[in-house]
Each structure stands twice: as C-alpha cells, then as structure tokens.
C-alpha cells in the first residue's frame, strides 16, 4: 500500500508511517507516535478489498495515521493510484482557484455526477476556503502566492457510483501562475514539495483563459494584440517546461485541454456550443474548442500539447456562469458553473 501525503507530497509505503493507537496511549497516559512497522498489524475485512492497520496488541483498534516525514495526519483512506494526483496548470490569473472552488462545491454535494466528494483531507477546505475568499469579497482575486512555502495544497477521498466499493484520492498543489511561468528555472532546493508533487502528477488539466482568447479574437482594445500574444508565449513555456519533465520520466499522462471563462465568449455564436444548455456533443465541443484555439492563433500550442500528453480532450467551462466585473462583490449565490466538472471526470475515467 502507497499512501500520499497531501502536505509534503511524499508518496511512502506502511512502513514509512508513523502511528499511535488511542486505547495504548490512554493505558500508558503517554501520547506518542511509533515507526507503523513496530506497532501495527494488518486486518483485512471481508466485504472489502481495503486492508485496514490496527494495533498489534488491539486487535479491533485502528491505529491514527501519520506523515513519516512531516508528521501531519494522514487519512487510511490516502492511497495512491496512478491517476489520483491531478495537476491544474495555466498562466496567472486563468482561473485555477476558482476552478478548484466550484468543482469542489459540485463534487461534494449530491449532484447527479458519478463522482462524489466522500471526505477532505486534513485541512483542505479550509486552504481552498481562504484562497477563494478574495475572489468572493474583492471581486478581483489576489494572486496565488508563488513560493513553497505557503501551502495550497487540496485532497479530497472521491467514490464512484460505477465502482461503490473503491475510493480514489485526488489531489492537487494549486500554484501560483507564475509558479507554472518559471517552472524551468524554478530551484529544486527551494521548492522540494512542489517537485514531489510535480513527480507524483498522474493526469493535467491545462487552464487557458478565455478572457485572454476573447481579447485576441477582438483585436479591440489598444493594447489587445501583444498582451494577448504574451499569453500564448507563458502558455507555451510552461507546456515546453511540462514537456521535458515528462519526457524525462517516460510514459504517457492524459490532458483535458480546457477553456476557462466560456461566459464570456459563448455570446458569440461561433462559441455557442458552450453556452449552458447549448446540448452539443462531445464532438462538437472538441472541434469547437479547437477552432477557437486555431482562430486565437494558438495553433503551436494546440501541436505542442497533443505532442507532450497522450490522450488529449478538450473542455470549455465557466466556472461562475456569469462575467464578473472589476471590484463586484461577488457572493456565492450569485454563481452557475458550467460544465466545471467535465475535464477532471475525462481524466479519472481514462482507463
Ligand atoms: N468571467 C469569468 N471570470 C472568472 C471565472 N473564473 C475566474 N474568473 C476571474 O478570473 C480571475 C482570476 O481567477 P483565479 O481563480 O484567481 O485565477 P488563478 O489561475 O488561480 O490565478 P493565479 O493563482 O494568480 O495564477 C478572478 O478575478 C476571477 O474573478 C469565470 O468563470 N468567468
Ligand atoms: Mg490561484
Ligand atoms: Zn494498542
Ligand atoms: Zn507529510
């Protein structure tokens, strides 16, 4: 069994855990936590393919698990599968907080989906809670802090209805854009964490901002035509930046290229495809989502994706269904996601 630590990214077998049974600790009035390896034995349950540790003496208690390298709590239910830890790239300000917020909110209520939020990990609402939190009282959020240091990091234990018995875990390290900006000179000795994660990514939702796409198909504004220029250049290091990583570790990783912001492109009728209820097929999207790409002048990038990740979707969401203007106050009543779930259930289905 490989378990994941959400707070240091250290993927370690049982025997790297630290542990502590509760009936030990209240008989010796000590509490301690003990190498896994010395204290704990293995039970399984019948009715379930999961095995459970528990005490070597108390046969019936399971034992609390920690973090063998920072010491954190550890869920049993943190197990490791090959697609579990999903990384939201993209370039600042293209929505990844938002993304993460909403998608949360969809998964965790009874929605419908064939994916469910079954429980959070140690203190990831509250992380993702106070990241989201500018976003909701400003209107204008304040950027993702881009050093390792403070922790964005998100893991929630999912199950499906397809497979009731199995859960899955998902995690995500929501970095800053100009973390994803400065990947291939960002120092490995300053940002350990985020190398363990960047190792452990199994599947990648590449945000593009839609504002951004909008600004080039316009061509209005003064200054649209180099900004927007600027974002197919951050785009494109970052995906050149991920496609080194990649090639370096061998194997393939699935990418669900995804469009952010639809709302404000869907009045356009060459986009209407993405308006909510617009009930076009996943065909339609793809090659909706691909014209737009090529209409914007990302043809480059579209040719490097599909060259770094093996297979690739393409999505088109709005996170909050509606534009939100500089400064709104913004509460989250006020909001309809569209389609926020659709990339992520491509990437954890893949087979
Ligand atoms: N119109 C519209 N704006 C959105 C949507 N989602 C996010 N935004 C706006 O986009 C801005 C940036 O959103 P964030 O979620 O902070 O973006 P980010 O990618 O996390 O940014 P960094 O962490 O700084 O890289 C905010 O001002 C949001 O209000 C959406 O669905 N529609
Ligand atoms: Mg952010
Ligand atoms: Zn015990
Ligand atoms: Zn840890």
Redesign the pocket.
């Known amino acids: 069994m490989t378990f994941l630590c959400k707070d240091c990214w250290m993927a370690q077998e049982t025997a790297k855990l630290l542990a502590r049974c509760k009936i030990c600790d209240a008989n010796s009035g000590i509490r301690r936590l003990d190498p896994a390896s010395e204290i704990a034995a293995t039970a399984r349950n019948a009715s379930d393919e999961r095995a459970e540790l528990v005490c070597a003496i108390h046969r019936s208690e399971p034992l609390d698990l920690f973090c063998g390298m920072c010491k954190q709590p550890l869920s049993s239910r943190a197990l490791l599968g090959d697609c579990s830890v999903v990384a939201v790239l993209?370039?600042?300000?293209?929505?990844?907080?938002?993304?993460l917020?909403?998608l949360r909110e969809r998964l965790r209520s009874s929605n419908g989906l064939p994916v469910k939020i079954r429980q959070p990990l140690g203190n990831t609402d509250q992380q993702l809670d106070d990241?989201?939190a500018?976003?909701f009282t400003g209107?204008?959020?304040?950027?993702?802090t881009s050093t390792d240091a403070v922790v964005r990091n998100y893991a929630w234990e999912l199950v499906t209805t397809m497979r009731p018995r199995q859960s899955a875990l998902m995690a995500f390290h929501?970095?800053?854009?100009?973390v994803?900006r400065g990947l291939e000179t960002l120092s490995r000795d300053g940002n350990p964490r985020f190398y363990r994660y960047l190792d452990l990514v199994g599947a990648v939702i590449f945000?593009i901002?839609?504002?951004r796409l909008k600004e080039t198909l316009d061509g209005t504004g003064r200054h649209a035509r180099p900004q927007a220029d600027a974002a197919a250049a951050q785009e494109i290091k970052i995906l050149d930046a991920m496609d080194r990583r990649i090639t370096a570790r061998g194997g393939e990783i699935p990418v669900a290229v995804t469009i952010?912001?639809?709302?404000?492109l869907w009045d356009d009728d060459r986009w209407s495809a993405f308006r909510p209820g617009s009930g076009a097929s996943r065909e339609t999207m793809q090659q909706t989502v691909r014209d737009l790409l090529t209409a914007s002048g990302r043809v480059d990038m579209l040719e490097g994706l599909e060259s770094t990740f093996s297979p690739a979707a393409y999505f088109a969401?709005?996170?909050?269904?509606?534009?939100?203007a500089?400064g709104e106050r913004?509460s989250p009543d006020d909001i309809e996601?569209v389609r926020v779930e659709e990339p992520l259930l491509s990437l954890i289905t893949v087979e």
């Open positions: 993209g370039d600042v300000g293209s929505g990844k907080t938002s993304l917020w909403v990241a989201i500018d976003v209107g204008q959020a304040r950027a993702t929501d970095a800053a854009g100009e994803w945000l901002d839609g504002q952010s912001k639809a709302d404000v969401l709005s996170a909050f269904g509606r534009d939100v500089a913004l996601p």
